[in-house]
């Protein structure tokens, strides 16, 4: 899987002390072809017709007591701080986060959310500004670390091979 800083919404964020309520990624991506002019929204080339993916890793596995729950979106906006015009384009089934044993989000795990880029085509859906918006309901998150990345391809880099051959 290809990363870049430039599609990374979140870097090693802690998720301690996020409690109730709508929580959104630390940076969003500015979809807008040229952000220096005011040519309206139009979005730059990220996969031309491809499916852009969200993929969440986990640095350190999300719990709390209570036990608080989350689930992961991708989100589109209006405005960068994602104040106001968000519209969820795509949503993560809920999480629970009892303990760090019987958590749904260990250390290591890692997940990917889609959004089709032809949701723009119908209706407009896609807004200016990218990001992940995470939806905590219950209780405070207690511990946890995640880095947010939205990507065009996935690989499967856990494939385990025989080993003891030799390749002449």
């Known amino acids: ?4 800083v430039l599609t990374r919404v979140d870097d090693a964020r802690t998720m301690v002390g996020l409690g109730a309520g709508n929580h959104r990624s630390t940076s969003s991506i500015d979809t807008n072809a040229d952000s220096r002019t005011s040519v309206g929204n139009q979005p730059r080339d990220m996969g031309s017709g491809m499916t852009i993916k969200m993929v969440v890793s986990v640095i350190s596995a999300v719990y709390g007591g209570g036990p608080p729950s989350i ?8 405005h960068a701080d994602f104040s106001t015009g968000v519209v969820v384009l795509a949503t993560t089934n809920v999480f629970a ?6 958590t749904e989000l260990p250390t290591g795990a890692v997940f990917t959310l889609d959004v089709s880029q032809d949701l723009d085509d119908r209706g407009g859906m896609i807004r200016r500004y990218l990001g992940a918006w995470y939806t905590v309901a219950d209780e405070t998150i207690d511990a946890g670390t995640i880095t947010t990345d939205f990507v065009i391809g996935v690989s499967n880099s856990r494939r385990y091979y025989a080993s003891g051959f ?3």
Request: hydrophobic share 45%; no cysteine; charged share 10%.
């Open 97 to 102: 986060l009892t303990s760090v044993s019987a």
């Open 1 to 4: 899987m290809y990363t870049d």
């Open 166 to 168: 030799t390749v002449a």
């Open 71 to 78: 689930k992961m979106q991708i989100a589109s906006s209006t």
